[in-house]
């Protein structure tokens, strides 16, 4: 089975610039999170939903972010407009359901550069 | 306050030799998971091992194990026979579960970065 998989891998755009970041959860898994990962700040869960719904967005740092998850294979992350300070690792991750010993399964990630 | 600590940013151990990453934890729950997660410089992160608020026994998994002390709230990892390929970033990370219904994020320390010597 193909693991969680994100696109793009790198992305480097101008401050201002929209910024869309893909995902593709395992199938079957129920939960897909979004984390964002920086030197500063560690791994911050950003917003996670559940059947397709979002559960919890406080993550979510502030209006120029933005998720949605359409259908059970597709997610999206978009940035607008993007800023300099919002350069970070960006993960996507899925699991199967939401009890205490489900783990997380991860993708490769998305290196974003905001210049 | 902070759910999950890892008070060593950076560790050293020689090859073929043990190594022990401490994680400590905060939570009043009785019901939650703590996990263990590697991250290699190429930037995946990779599950390594698992344990129960209430399982008995200490997780086992290959060269990992985690010495889960429940009084204490630590959870730290133990890797044997240590390889050059262990070289990463290692996160501790919790999930609680709630009586109010629904299941906790999953929440990660700082981490530790372990440098393995030839």
């Known amino acids: 089975d193909a693991g969680v998989i994100q696109s793009p891998r790198h992305e480097v755009t101008e401050m201002g610039q929209e910024v869309t970041l893909r995902c593709k959860p395992i199938?079957?898994?129920?939960?897909l999170f979004w984390y964002r990962q920086t030197m500063m700040r560690g791994l911050e869960l950003l917003i996670y939903?559940?059947?397709?719904?979002?559960?919890?967005d406080s993550g979510m740092p502030e209006d120029r972010f933005s998720a949605k998850m359409p259908n059970a294979s597709f997610s999206t992350l978009k940035i607008q407009p993007s800023e300099p300070r919002d350069s970070a690792v960006y993960f996507c991750?899925?699991?199967?359901?939401?009890?205490?010993?489900?783990?997380?399964?991860f993708g490769s990630g998305t290196q974003l550069s905001v210049l | 306050a902070q759910k999950i600590t890892q008070t060593q940013p950076g560790m050293f151990v020689q090859e073929k030799e043990a190594v022990t990453l401490d994680c400590t934890y905060d939570?009043?729950?009785?019901?939650?998971?703590l996990f263990w997660y590697k991250q290699p410089s190429s930037g995946e992160m990779i599950f390594l091992i698992y344990q129960g608020s209430y399982d008995q026994q200490n997780a086992t998994e290959g060269r990992y194990s985690l010495n889960f002390q429940k009084a204490r709230k630590s959870a730290n990892l133990v890797i044997s026979a240590s390889q050059l390929g262990d070289s990463a970033m290692y996160f501790c990370?919790?999930?609680?579960?709630?009586?109010?219904?629904?299941?906790?994020?999953?929440?990660f320390g700082k981490g530790t970065k372990l440098t393995v010597n030839p």
């Open positions: 939903f559940n059947n397709n719904v979002p559960i919890d």
């Open positions: 939570t009043s729950d009785p019901s939650y998971g």
């Open positions: 990370a919790m999930r609680e579960w709630f009586s109010q219904g629904g299941s906790e994020k999953l929440v």
């Open positions: 991750a899925s699991s199967l359901g939401d009890t205490t010993n489900e783990k997380l399964f």
């Open positions: 199938s079957g898994h129920d939960y």
